[in-house]
């Protein structure tokens, strides 16, 4: 089994940044790509950025430029640095975990104001 605890959520101006952290535990040497997630009030929950094992990282077209996935090992601990936020980048914020199985986070809230 492996738990995943998001935090660095808020409520933030546009333009403004915020750093997403993903704690990971239990059988996490199990673990082979991890992704950030959200989804918006109505909307279906999307891939926003990936980072595999080795550290290669992935990104959908919207947040590229804005957004850095990285991942620290020793930690166990997967991060999201937002910069340039957007009022459309409100969202709760969900990492996601995939080995045998794919394990979600609980998610964290972004708000992001005009």
């Known amino acids: 089994q492996v738990q995943l605890v998001e935090s660095g959520g808020g409520l933030v101006q546009a333009g403004g940044s915020l750093r997403l952290s993903c704690a990971a535990s239990?059988?996490?040497?199990?673990?082979?790509?991890i992704g950030w997630y959200r989804q918006a009030p109505g909307k279906q929950r999307e891939l926003v950025a990936v980072?595999?094992?080795?550290?290669?990282?992935n990104y959908v077209d919207s947040v590229k430029g804005r957004f850095t996935i990285s991942r620290d090992n020793a930690k166990n601990t997967v991060y999201l640095q937002m910069n340039s936020l957007k009022p459309e980048d409100t969202a709760i914020y969900y990492c996601?975990?995939?080995?045998?199985?794919?394990?979600w986070g609980q998610g964290t809230q972004v708000t992001v104001s005009s």
């Open positions: 239990g059988r996490t040497f199990t673990l082979n790509a």
């Open positions: 980072i595999s094992s080795g550290g290669k990282a």
């Open positions: 996601k975990g995939t080995a045998l199985y794919d394990y």
